[in-house]
């Protein structure tokens, strides 16, 4: 089973900074990697797929990269909305397994 | 615009079994991927298992012997049981479709979610 692992657990910044987001698989997922968040209260809502590309409806200010073990997932300008849970998840030989998270919270 | 809608007991007994369904509304239960995924209270994201419209299912390997999940195309729903549930079992659980987008596997509707708790 694939392991996916996050950093860092809890990420403070700043309105209008730059928020970057790790995640690293325990085997190579290609691109098989997806991004959600997840607000107090609400069910995940997805961000991001096949590593870089967005889910309809999502800002141009959410942007992924990376391939194979090591992604990542970038705010541009940190909105208040955009302060969340964020899960990256991958799909490999025909299950899916989540990241731990990370929070985003203000400083 | 594709609703998702958890429903069964919120409280179970340890040792009992857990069973919820998902309702599908607003789409077709054909051609997706249908999952339950859970979130313990303050922690992350569980994949739990899902069903094809088929009837053909994929588990996690850590539940995989405790977990069932079956589909009602003419109700357009599909169902989770887990048996011999403990406190560790106590979680929201969350149904979801999953589908490919160019290739790429994902969740891209989901449930709001049910709060189960196990406890005597």
């Known amino acids: 089973e694939i392991v996916m692992t996050q950093s860092p657990a809890t990420l403070s910044v700043s309105l209008g900074e730059r928020a970057t987001l790790s995640c690293r698989a325990s085997q190579s997922v290609s691109s098989n990697l997806a991004w959600y968040q997840q607000k107090p209260g609400q069910a995940p809502r997805l961000l991001i797929y096949g590593a870089s590309t967005r889910a309809t409806g999502i800002p141009a200010r959410f942007s992924g990269s990376g391939s194979g073990t090591e992604f990542t997932l970038t705010i541009s300008s940190l909105q208040s909305e955009d302060f969340a849970v964020y899960y990256c998840?991958?799909?490999?030989?025909?299950?899916?397994?989540f990241g731990q998270g990370t929070k985003v919270e203000i400083k | 615009q594709v609703q998702l809608q958890e429903s069964g007991p919120g409280l179970v007994k340890p040792s009992e079994t857990l069973s919820l369904t998902c309702t599908v509304s607003?789409?077709?239960?054909?051609?997706?991927?249908w999952s339950w995924i859970r979130q313990p209270p303050g922690k992350g994201l569980e994949w739990i298992g899902y069903?094809?419209?088929?009837?053909?299912?994929n588990y996690s390997p850590s539940l995989k012997s405790r977990v069932t999940i079956s589909v009602d195309t003419s109700k357009n729903q599909f169902s989770l049981k887990l048996s011999s549930v403990s406190a560790a079992d106590t979680a929201m659980y969350y149904c979801?479709?999953?589908?490919?987008?160019?290739?790429?596997?994902?969740?891209?509707?989901w449930g709001q979610g049910t709060l189960v708790t196990v406890s005597s």
């Open positions: 069903i094809y419209y088929s009837g053909s299912t």
């Open positions: 998840q991958q799909y490999n030989n025909w299950l899916w397994t």
């Open positions: 607003g789409g077709s239960i054909s051609s997706y991927y």
């Open positions: 979801a479709r999953g589908r490919t987008l160019t290739g790429y596997y994902v969740h891209d509707y």
